[in-house]
């Protein structure tokens, strides 16, 4: 079958908050989700993002156009 998935950022979170909202929503536990999130971050090269409100990061992304 096909699944359709909303991906909506949080705007007024940080990369890590909207990270931690998504995984918090699949009943993991702390250890797993901290484990998850840095995975990520070092998987997509975004560690320098992790604290960086998402409306902050999208006006940096931008600019750079």
Same mark, same amino acid.
């Given at each position: 079958?096909?699944?359709?998935?909303?991906?909506?950022?949080?705007?007024?979170?940080?990369?890590?908050?909207?990270?931690?909202?998504?995984?918090?929503?699949?009943? *993991?536990? $702390?250890?797993? &989700? #901290?484990?998850?999130?840095?995975?990520? *971050?070092? $998987?997509?090269? &975004? #560690?320098?993002?992790?604290?960086?409100?998402?409306?902050?990061?999208?006006?940096?992304?931008?600019?750079?156009?």
């Amino acid at each position: 079958g096909i699944v359709f998935q909303d991906f909506r950022l949080l705007p007024k979170k940080t990369v890590y908050e909207n990270l931690k909202y998504v995984l918090s929503e699949r009943n *993991l536990n $702390n250890t797993e &989700i #901290e484990t998850r999130i840095n995975q990520a *971050l070092i $998987n997509f090269q &975004i #560690e320098r993002y992790k604290d960086i409100k998402v409306k902050d990061l999208l006006e940096i992304v931008n600019k750079g156009k």
